[in-house]
């Protein structure tokens, strides 16, 4: 049969029609699939014929009503325009025998149904001769038995009336009516098979755009009851596309799926349910039916527009049939979806994916494959998708240590205060010595995350007594981790003898990394940590481990190198979703941008790390980002935001941490520069305490001598700020920032005739850290030292044209012809950050662009 478009069958039918107007009767069976247009187009028709005249009776066949005796035959003598003498005639011929049983042959009829159909016949036949008579009957296929006879009584007998009979029928892979059928094509008949909405059909209904007929036939298959879901969706302001699709569209599918049979909307649950990942037998069993009615019913239901390939065409479909499921229902059918696929070996994510969505727990056998599908989701980077599995293994008791351990694994990169509502099950692990390698170093970062140092003690303790090792790595992580809360103190010495011996590269660069903390670091020390930097991601690394090393760079390797890695690195922790981890690595991006005199940037970066984890979820970390926050607030003068900083509460425990000197510092900056420097001082002072206390005494660290100083200065005691300035500078682990701003005080301590050499030093170290706004302070202090001169000559200096290494890669990699995309690929940074290097390139070398650049690298020289 030829299909044929929706405009070309309505000139069929008014073909048709005219015949009937000229005498000759016909019968026109519209066919198609499900949600194909059938009834609109007889709808159409039944109009054009009203306005032409028509006499036109018509009726609906419902599913509901077939078993109902003559029922389409009594709604289409109801219908308006029916001369009342012949409607009161139809009404007590119909009725009385209504209930008559007429036999299930369509070719036979009891004597009474045969009286009804004769007589009905006849008044169609006997209105025929006054004017045309339109019979339209739409879904003929949920018609009633004696309704059935009637049609084909008249078809036999109306060759010569001007009477058109008009049918829909759903177009099925098996006939529903084979013996109407049978009858109907005996006579002559006009079939008209309707055909999809194409492309061009589609661009003809949106006049203002057809740009979206290829993606919106993709998405509908043609249906005309999704692409009028779609217009109306359109018309709300939602354009459907291949990602989306509104809630008209949604609608659309579901009305669809409930006017057809039962088994229909079945099959389409479990299609939905399954998702990608299926086949006829799995569809079958989870519909309850068999794998030909299954068949069946996805040809069907890919006829209709709404699978391809045997899925949903459109996402948004699958979500609405699922959504539309009654709750109960939906996660029956996830469980046994996933009993079924665990019988057929499936693998476990995709098992454990219907346990998910069912909400359920099935006894014996669904917690090792949550274990499981938990553990690839770490693997693929999806910590908040183990998180969730996690949780629903929890509710059976199988395992539940187990199940303890990875869910406290899996929150550490996502929530940590979470985790400690969970941390209890690991204490009494540990406690009996059952809890080894990576949940052990959980277990201990958990307690130096909250303070608890008596914890950590004992775990450690009990891992350095313990028969068998800890494996390098973990041993290596527990002494960085431990190093990085308090440095030298009794715990980082706990977990520096877990990996005190032997030549593991990780036992050696984790030794090599402490070196840090005698303020003895050098090259070898930067190396190590670019080699741990080179062996980090989420979920593998210790975050502490990683911000030791950034740190480490940037105070030996310099600022752009390690600002690199920061970008680097706190991409890959979005990417993976690993928000503790990204906030560790924001909060060193926000240390080195105020390290390099950008304090707006280490505010913003400092906030947004703050703003990846809840406070809570910081511990006592949070003295890191915030000590940021306020030093950075303190520079730009924002002294109403430093003074709401300094009032959020922070957990006492921070004060025996690392984090709570920088805090300290930090807090008597900003006391400072708001005039209370008699209590800045006993924040120095407290600080300079703690770190002698604590073996931790470097200025690299925490300069705290350098701004006990400066509040000396302002009190006018210059010989107490020299005594300080002096000690430090003469101290290991002054790096040039330090040694630069110590300096730069030094010179405002001592006479004007000393000061020019000091300051001039102090440029020279600002400007080799790549401190600018103290550069600037330096310069400033320079010219005011030295009138006429000394400030052109320095200012002159840091406009010599000195490529950084980093400029140095860009400028060789653009002037060879490379894209700043190219260019950021091949080392790892993104585009803004190649164009801000060539910024500095084109202006140390005074040139315009990059068809300069070979001739000037030639001889541009390289700090």
């Known amino acids: 049969m030829v299909r044929t478009d929706h405009d070309t069958a309505l000139t069929e039918l008014m073909g048709l029609f005219e015949d009937c107007r000229a005498g000759h009767g016909g019968l026109a069976l519209i066919t198609g699939g499900l949600a194909s247009g059938k009834?609109?187009?007889?709808?159409?028709?039944?109009?054009?014929?009203?306005?032409?005249?028509?006499?036109?009776?018509?009726?609906?066949?419902?599913?509901?009503?077939?078993?109902?005796?003559?029922?389409?035959?009594?709604?289409?003598?109801?219908?308006?325009?029916?001369?009342?003498?012949?409607?009161?005639?139809?009404?007590?011929?119909?009725?009385?025998?209504?209930?008559?049983?007429?036999?299930?042959d369509a070719r036979t009829m009891r004597q009474g149904c045969a009286m009804m159909v004769h007589e009905v016949c006849s008044a169609v036949l006997e209105l025929s001769r006054e004017r045309p008579v339109v019979l339209g009957i739409d879904d003929v296929q949920f018609a009633d038995s004696s309704s059935l006879q009637f049609i084909l009584y008249l078809r036999k007998r109306m060759a010569s009336a001007r009477v058109l009979i008009a049918l829909t029928e759903w177009e099925q892979p098996q006939p529903t009516l084979p013996v109407f059928h049978a009858e109907i094509t005996r006579r002559q008949h006009h079939r008209i098979g309707l055909a999809p909405l194409s492309e061009a059909g589609i661009a003809a209904l949106l006049p203002d755009r057809p740009d979206l007929a290829p993606v919106w036939h993709r998405v509908s298959g043609g249906n005309p009851m999704l692409v009028q879901a779609m217009a109306d969706d359109l018309a709300a302001g939602i354009t459907a596309d291949d990602e989306r699709a509104g809630p008209a569209y949604g609608r659309a599918v579901l009305a669809c799926l409930h006017r057809w049979e039962p088994y229909l909307l079945d099959v389409a649950r479990a299609v939905a349910v399954l998702g990608d990942e299926r086949d006829r037998e799995l569809v079958a069993r989870l519909a309850g039916t068999t794998p030909d009615v299954a068949d069946r019913a996805e040809r069907i239901l890919t006829g209709a527009g709404l699978l391809t390939d045997g899925g949903f065409r459109h996402a948004a479909a699958a979500a609405a049939v699922l959504a539309a499921m009654p709750v109960a229902q939906r996660s029956t059918m996830h469980t046994v979806a996933a009993e079924l696929r665990y019988q057929r070996g499936a693998a476990a994510s995709t098992v454990a994916a219907h346990l998910l969505a069912a909400d359920r727990v099935v006894a014996g056998w669904s917690v090792p494959v949550l274990l499981d599908a938990a553990e690839q989701a770490m693997t693929g980077d999806d910590a908040a998708g183990a998180v969730r599995l996690l949780e629903?293994?929890?509710?059976?008791?199988?395992?539940?240590?187990?199940?303890?351990?990875?869910?406290?694994r899996a929150l550490w990169w996502t929530n940590p205060s979470a985790a400690a509502a969970h941390i209890g099950p690991l204490h009494a692990a540990m406690w009996v010595g059952e809890l080894r390698g990576r949940d052990a170093v959980t277990l201990v970062r958990h307690a130096l995350w909250t303070g608890d140092q008596d914890t950590a003690l004992r775990a450690l303790g009990m891992l350095a007594d313990a028969p068998e090792p800890l494996d390098p790595q973990s041993a290596a992580e527990l002494r960085m981790i431990a190093q990085w809360f308090h440095g030298r103190g009794p715990v980082a010495a706990a977990a520096e003898a877990l990996s005190a011996e032997g030549d593991d590269p990780w036992t050696a660069t984790a030794r090599t990394l402490g070196a840090i903390w005698t303020g003895q670091a050098d090259g070898a020390t930067v190396a190590a940590a670019e080699l741990i930097l080179s062996n980090s991601w989420p979920g593998h690394t210790a975050p502490e481990m990683v911000a030791t090393a950034l740190l480490i760079l940037a105070h030996g390797g310099g600022t752009e190198r390690a600002a690199e890695?920061?970008?680097?690195?706190?991409?890959?922790?979005?990417?993976?979703?690993?928000?503790?981890?990204?906030?560790?690595?924001?909060?060193?991006?926000?240390?080195?941008?105020?390290?390099?005199?950008?304090?707006?940037?280490?505010?913003?970066?400092?906030?947004?790390?703050?703003?990846?984890?809840?406070?809570?979820g910081w511990g006592v970390s949070i003295g890191y980002p915030l000590s940021i926050l306020i030093a950075a607030n303190t520079v730009l003068g924002r002294h109403a935001v430093v003074e709401q900083l300094m009032r959020l509460r922070v957990p006492e425990a921070m004060f025996d941490t690392l984090c709570g000197l920088r805090y300290l510092h930090a807090r008597g900056r900003a006391l400072m520069a708001t005039g209370r420097v008699l209590a800045a001082i006993s924040d120095f002072q407290n600080c300079g305490r703690r770190m002698r206390a604590w073996g931790v005494d470097l200025p690299a660290l925490v300069p705290w001598r350098t701004h006990l100083a400066e509040a000396n200065l302002l009190l006018g005691r210059p010989d107490v700020a020299d005594r300080h300035l002096s000690e430090q500078l003469r101290m290991p682990g002054c790096d040039k920032r330090t040694r630069g701003e110590s300096l730069r005080l030094l010179a405002a301590a001592r006479e004007p005739a000393h000061r020019s050499a000091l300051l001039r030093e102090a440029v020279e170290?600002?400007?080799?850290?790549?401190?600018?706004?103290?550069?600037?302070?330096?310069?400033?202090?320079?010219?005011?030292?030295?009138?006429?001169?000394?400030?052109?000559?320095?200012?002159?200096?840091?406009?010599?044209?000195?490529?950084s290494e980093s400029e140095r890669r860009v400028a060789e990699l653009a002037a060879t012809g490379h894209t700043n995309r190219e260019i950021g690929r091949a080392l790892y940074i993104t585009v803004s950050t190649v164009e801000q290097h060539l910024t500095r390139v084109y202006r140390k070398l005074g040139v315009t662009g990059r068809a300069d650049l070979p001739h000037r690298l030639a001889s541009a020289p390289v700090r």
Do not use: Y
Not at 395 to 407: F, H, N, S, Y
């Open 39 to 104: 009834t609109r187009l007889l709808n159409r028709f039944c109009a054009h014929a009203r306005e032409a005249g028509a006499l036109l009776l018509t009726a609906t066949g419902s599913r509901a009503e077939r078993a109902l005796r003559a029922g389409v035959i009594d709604q289409l003598f109801h219908g308006a325009g029916l001369p009342p003498a012949v409607a009161d005639r139809m009404s007590r011929v119909v009725s009385p025998r209504a209930d008559e049983e007429s036999g299930s």
């Open 392 to 408: 629903l293994a929890l509710r059976d008791g199988d395992q539940r240590l187990e199940v303890t351990k990875a869910l406290v």
């Open 565 to 616: 890695w920061c970008e680097r690195l706190a991409a890959d922790a979005a990417r993976r979703g690993a928000p503790t981890w990204q906030a560790m690595v924001e909060g060193v991006r926000a240390d080195i941008a105020l390290r390099r005199g950008e304090a707006v940037a280490a505010a913003a970066r400092a906030e947004a790390a703050m703003g990846l984890l809840l406070p809570q």
């Open 765 to 803: 170290c600002l400007r080799d850290c790549g401190d600018r706004a103290g550069l600037a302070r330096a310069m400033a202090d320079l010219g005011a030292a030295t009138p006429g001169g000394e400030p052109a000559r320095a200012i002159a200096d840091w406009a010599d044209p000195v490529l």
